[in-house]
C-alpha cells in the first residue's frame, strides 16, 4: 500500500530519480559520481519503500529533468542494487560498499613487525631493563632472525636465564601479550624521538666514509668544535677499507661472500702485504688464485680513483651489512678519527 512519504533528503531524491530511469541511463550515470556519493546513493535506496506516483513526479519537477511515465516505484534498494552490479564491476562494487568498513576494520601494522624493523641495539637496550619473562615473551613473538639479532645484543647473564624461560614459556593469555605491547611500544616511541639517532648516524658514517683522510680529519675536528652528540658512538660506526684487519675472520667472510672478485680485485691493488691476506683469506680458493693472477698482471695502471671506489664500495657494503646485523664493525678503541678510504 502506497503511503505519502515525509521530507525526503537531497540523496534520497537522487535516488529516486535514478532508480526511476532504469538501468542503462542510470548506469550512464553512476559513472560520475565519487565513491562517497555513491554511498550515499546505496544507503538513500535502501531507505526507501514504495513512492507514490505523485511524489515521483514532484521530485523530477523539482529537479527539473524529463522522465517516462511510471507507476511508481517499489523496492528502490533491490533496484539500485542490480543497477549497480549490471553497471560497475564487482570489485567496483565491493570497493564502494566497503570502504567505510575498511576504514574501522582494516588492521594497521601490527606492533611485532615494527619491532623487528627497529635496530637490533636499540631493542636489546630497552628489553634488558625488562623481566626475563618478558624479554622471553618478546623473542618468543617476533621472527626468529630478529630474535637472534636481539639476543646477541643482550648482557650475557641476561642471555642465559631468557633462553632459559623461552624452552619453558608455556601459551600466553592475550590481555598479558597486550599489555606487553602496549608498555613496550610507549618506551620505544619515548625514546626514539629523544635517543634514537641511529639512521642518522649511518647516514654521516656513509657520508664519511666517502671522504680521504685529509678531509675527514678536518670534517671530525669541525664535528668537535660544534659539539656534535654522541661523537664517539658515531666514530664507532666509520669503517674504512684498511678497517678489514679489525675484523673478526666469520665478519671478513660475511663480507666479501657480498662483494664481486673484480671489485676485491681492483680494492687490492697497491693493498699492503697484511691487508692483502686478511681479504684473500677470505674468499674461496678459486677466487683467490684467480685476483692473485690478476694481481701479478701490471701490464696496466689501474688508475687511483678507481681503486678507491672499489674501496669505497666494499667500506660502505660493510656498513650496510652492520645495520642488517650480518656482522659487527671493529669500533675505535681510542677515540681517534678513522683511517679514510683513500689508497
Not at 181 to 187: D, P
Amino acid at each position: 500500500m502506497s503511503q505519502q512519504l515525509p521530507t525526503l533528503s537531497r540523496s534520497q531524491k537522487a535516488a529516486a530519480i535514478l532508480v526511476a530511469m532504469g538501468k542503462p541511463s542510470a548506469g550512464k550515470l553512476l559513472k560520475f559520481f565519487k565513491q562517497e556519493e555513491l554511498r550515499g546513493l546505496i544507503e538513500a535506496a535502501r531507505s526507501l519503500k514504495t513512492i507514490p506516483q505523485s511524489e515521483l513526479d514532484r521530485i523530477v519537477s523539482e529537479f527539473e529533468n524529463e522522465f517516462a511515465e511510471g507507476a511508481g516505484l517499489l523496492d528502490s534498494a533491490d533496484t539500485m542494487n542490480n543497477i549497480l552490479t549490471e553497471t560497475l564491476t564487482p570489485e567496483e562494487v565491493d570497493a564502494i560498499m566497503d570502504s567505510d568498513k575498511k576504514v574501522v576494520d582494516e588492521p594497521k601494522e601490527t606492533f611485532w613487525p615494527q619491532l623487528e624493523k627497529m635496530p637490533a641495539e636499540r631493542v636489546a637496550a630497552t628489553l634488558e631493563r625488562e623481566h626475563p619473562q618478558t624479554i622471553a615473551l618478546v623473542l618468543s613473538t617476533i621472527s626468529t632472525s630478529a630474535s637472534a639479532a636481539i639476543m646477541v645484543k643482550l648482557p650475557k647473564p641476561i642471555r642465559g636465564e631468557v633462553v632459559k624461560r623461552m624452552m619453558s614459556l608455556g601459551k600466553v593469555t592475550d590481555p598479558a601479550r597486550e599489555l606487553v605491547e602496549n608498555k613496550l611500544r610507549a618506551k620505544l616511541t619515548d625514546e626514539s624521538s629523544v635517543r634514537d639517532n641511529t639512521a642518522g648516524q649511518m647516514r654521516v658514517a656513509g657520508v664519511l666514509n666517502e671522504l680521504d683522510k685529509s678531509l675527514l680529519d678536518d670534517v671530525m675536528e669541525d664535528m668537535v668544535a660544534a659539539g656534535t652528540p654522541d661523537l664517539e658512538e658515531l666514530k664507532s660506526k666509520l669503517f674504512a677499507f684498511e678497517d678489514i684487519v679489525l675484523l673478526s675472520q666469520a665478519a671478513r667472510v660475511a663480507l666479501f661472500d657480498n662483494i664481486q672478485t673484480d671489485v676485491v680485485t681492483v680494492a687490492l691493488r697497491g693493498a699492503d702485504a697484511e691487508l692483502t691476506e686478511a681479504v684473500l683469506s677470505s674468499i674461496g680458493a678459486r677466487s683467490r688464485r684467480m685476483i692473485e693472477s690478476e694481481l701479478k698482471d701490471t701490464s696496466g695502471n689501474t688508475p687511483a680513483d678507481e681503486i678507491n671506489g672499489a674501496r669505497r664500495t666494499i667500506a660502505s657494503t660493510a656498513i650496510r651489512l652492520s645495520t642488517e646485523g650480518a656482522l659487527e664493525l671493529p669500533g675505535q678503541v681510542d677515540g681517534d678519527a678513522p683511517t679514510a678510504n683513500a689508497a
